[in-house]
Every structure is written in structure tokens, then in C-alpha cells.
């Protein structure tokens, strides 16, 4: 849809970001505290790929998660897009196929960007991916979980439970998560 192309296009250049500059979106946010990774390491990976793919982070998310994206951005070497709470899904689309590679935890949106055709990166942690993952060919979309033996337990909702007691995600380290972005960035 050439509108919601041209409100990324506008949106992005008031950043400073070029129209033929790379840029890999993040998607941080999702429906449950026990999807989430932790936020330091979303700001050193969006740095490191920054820096060794030479492209612009953009941080997205609804109203809700601009919270959790401006603490991740504070965290960053660089600065950061913040997209979070000024995209409808035409213009989400518009800014996932726009870009290199898109990451962030087991949610719709990720669900989005592999639809445009963008290769992806998605944390799972209670969700089983055999029934959620992406759609696509698996060199192009990565799923990575943790090997913790609940897992997939499909609980999405531990109340006030302490995150300590859910590692699924935070077993997921850095490196893994640095490795298939750049394997995803470099598929066909």
C-alpha cells in the first residue's frame, strides 16, 4: 500500500533515517510478562547488529509497550527509531517489509513481518512453535527456545508469580540470538 509506504518513508527521514538505508526492526513487546526477553540484552543486540550490519534500529510496538521500548532504547549505545504506538497494521506491514530482518519474542506481529516476506528472528518460551512459529522456509525464519524440559508448557499466564521461576526465555542467550539474526539478514 503506496500511503502507508510513503507515512514509514516520512516517519523514518524525520529520523534521519534515509530511504535507502537498512534498517532492522524489533518488536520487543508481546501479550504476556513470561514471552518477554530481558531489555539489556534487547539493547545490546540491537547495538551490536547495528553496528556490524550498518543499519538503523526501529523499535515497534502498540501504545502499551512504548514503555518497555524507550527503556531498551535508554539502554543503547546508538539511538534508536521509536516507532512504538504510531503504526496501524498497514503502516507495521509497511515498515516490516522495509526492512532487513525483523526480531522480537512469540507475537502477531512477528507473525506480520514473515508474511511481507521479511526474514525473521522469534523467541519462544511457553508457546509451542510447532503450532505458533512462522510460516516460511526455516533458513529465512529462525525460532529459537530454550531447551528447559517444561517447555513448551503453553501456560501464558502465571499471575504474580516471580519471573525467576520461568527461564524459557532467559536460558535464550545473547549469542544465539546475534547468530540467527545475522544468518537471517544474510538469507536469500
Same mark, same amino acid.
Given at each position: 500500500?503506496?500511503?502507508?509506504?510513503?507515512?514509514?518513508?516520512?516517519?523514518?527521514?524525520?529520523?534521519?533515517?534515509?530511504?535507502?538505508?537498512?534498517?532492522?526492526?524489533?518488536?520487543?513487546?508481546?501479550?504476556?510478562?513470561?514471552?518477554?526477553?530481558?531489555?539489556?540484552?534487547?539493547?545490546?543486540?540491537?547495538?551490536?547488529?547495528?553496528?556490524?550490519?550498518?543499519?538503523?534500529?526501529?523499535?515497534?510496538?502498540?501504545?502499551?509497550?512504548?514503555?518497555?521500548?524507550?527503556?531498551?532504547?535508554?539502554?543503547?549505545?546508538?539511538?534508536?527509531?521509536?516507532?512504538?504506538?504510531?503504526?496501524?497494521?498497514?503502516?507495521?506491514?509497511?515498515?516490516?517489509?522495509?526492512?532487513? +530482518?525483523?526480531? &522480537?519474542? @512469540? =507475537?502477531?506481529?512477528? /507473525?506480520?513481518?514473515?508474511?511481507?516476506? !521479511?526474514?525473521?528472528?522469534? $523467541?519462544?518460551?511457553?508457546?509451542?512453535?510447532?503450532?505458533?512459529?512462522?510460516?516460511?522456509?526455516?533458513?529465512?525464519?529462525?525460532?529459537?527456545?530454550?531447551?528447559?524440559?517444561?517447555?513448551?508448557?503453553?501456560? +501464558?499466564?502465571? &499471575?504474580? @508469580? =516471580?519471573?525467576?521461576? /520461568?527461564?524459557?526465555?532467559?536460558?535464550? !542467550?545473547?549469542?544465539?540470538? $546475534?547468530?540467527?539474526?545475522?544468518?537471517?539478514?544474510?538469507?536469500?
Amino acid at each position: 500500500d503506496p500511503v502507508s509506504a510513503g507515512y514509514v518513508n516520512g516517519y523514518l527521514q524525520e529520523w534521519g533515517i534515509a530511504p535507502d538505508q537498512p534498517i532492522i526492526c524489533i518488536h520487543p513487546g508481546t501479550g504476556t510478562w513470561v514471552k518477554h526477553w530481558q531489555e539489556d540484552r534487547w539493547a545490546d543486540v540491537a547495538d551490536t547488529l547495528a553496528d556490524q550490519l550498518g543499519a538503523e534500529i526501529v523499535f515497534t510496538g502498540g501504545d502499551h509497550e512504548l514503555a518497555l521500548v524507550r527503556r531498551i532504547s535508554s539502554q543503547m549505545r546508538r539511538r534508536a527509531c521509536i516507532m512504538a504506538g504510531d503504526t496501524r497494521i498497514g503502516q507495521l506491514a509497511a515498515v516490516f517489509r522495509r526492512a532487513r +530482518l525483523v526480531l &522480537g519474542p @512469540d =507475537s502477531g506481529p512477528l /507473525h506480520l513481518a514473515a508474511a511481507v516476506g !521479511t526474514p525473521t528472528v522469534s $523467541l519462544f518460551g511457553p508457546a509451542d512453535p510447532a503450532e505458533f512459529g512462522p510460516w516460511g522456509p526455516p533458513h529465512k525464519h529462525f525460532v529459537l527456545g530454550s531447551d528447559i524440559g517444561c517447555r513448551p508448557c503453553r501456560v +501464558l499466564d502465571w &499471575g504474580t @508469580d =516471580s519471573p525467576e521461576f /520461568h527461564p524459557c526465555l532467559r536460558d535464550i !542467550t545473547f549469542a544465539r540470538v $546475534l547468530d540467527a539474526a545475522r544468518r537471517a539478514a544474510a538469507s536469500p
